[in-house]
């Protein structure tokens, strides 16, 4: 009957200790503000983006070819710099950047009739995700 108390205990102090060992990945930093997604449509008339303003930090930009030839994009800046690979025509694609402050122009090439460029303006770093529950 000892030996089955000793062993209950000793399980419950393990117990105890588990929970006290917690990751330390974030601790005492904040967590970085979440991606934000932004799409893209490349047709005969140009580039589309939307939105086109968002806060500094992770950006996916989901992009649709609706061109018959194949495209690539490409977001740039004066700090920053980031192509797609090719986009086959009817086919989308996913580019994911991390950006700084300032102005970007999203380039389609090798473009699309009536324009194939469009602006991004990033603004100042968007809030950490500190207090956001049911975050990956």
Do not use: F, H
Request: hydrophobic share 40%; aromatic share 2%; charged share 25%.
């Amino acid at each position: 009957m000892r030996a089955r108390s000793v062993k209950i205990a000793a399980a419950a102090v393990a117990c105890v200790a588990l929970v006290g060992c917690g990751s330390e990945r974030w601790a005492g930093k904040p967590r970085p503000a979440p991606p934000v997604s932004l799409t893209a449509a490349i047709t005969r008339d140009g580039l589309a983006i939307s939105p086109d303003r968002v806060g500094a930090g992770e950006v996916e930009l989901l992009v649709s070819n609706q061109t018959g030839v194949s495209q690539t994009i490409t977001i740039e800046g004066e700090r920053d710099r980031v192509r797609s690979d090719k986009i086959a025509p009817g086919d989308a694609a996913s580019l994911v950047a991390t950006l700084s402050r300032g102005d970007y122009l999203v380039i389609a090439s090798p473009g699309a009739r009536g324009g194939s460029t469009a602006r991004l303006a990033v603004g100042a770093p968007r809030r950490d995700s500190s207090d956001e529950l049911l975050l990956p």
